[in-house]
């Protein structure tokens, strides 16, 4: 996945990628290269939180620009990534985490919420203006990122690699 999604940054940096069309109809579109950059900003602020090489984070978020960033740091960071279905309520979500940590075998190193998804949104772009700084031997993307997610119809775990 990412070596492929890595030809189109280079080949068309400035072609948009996706566009992001709010409640209110607003569109906001993000180049390749915006992305690409966005998502190994996240991939280095998210180890330099502790998410590790193998590690699991869990998102719980409704469709938005940063789940796309967030699959994609993933895939940089050689990490898991769990989504969590943000409909449901706070006790079917931790029984859920969980139920699913349980199946990984390992814990959740990291939760990104709608609470805290503006400043990790904040964070990245300060790491690319320079104000925050990480290793830039962290983000990697030779190593295979895995994206586990739960049936809507089920609850049971199901994975992807990526």
Known sequence: MIS????MVRRYPQRTCFTYVDEAGQEAPYSYR??????AALARYLQSK????????????????LYVML?????????TIVTVNNRLA?????ARLLELERCLGERV???VDEENA????????ALLAGEERSDPAAVRPARPSFT???SAATAAPRSTRG
């Open 50 to 65: 502790g998410v590790q090489r193998g590690g699991c984070i869990a998102v719980d978020l409704p469709n938005c620009p």
């Open 90 to 94: 706070p006790g079917e979500k931790l």
């Open 109 to 111: 190193a990291f939760r």
């Open 148 to 150: 586990a997610r739960t």
């Open 118 to 125: 503006a400043g990790l949104f904040d964070h990245a772009a």
């Open 34 to 39: 915006e992305v690409r950059m966005l998502a």
């Open 4 to 7: 492929a999604f890595e030809s």
């Open 71 to 79: 699959v994609l740091a993933a895939a940089y960071g050689s990490f």
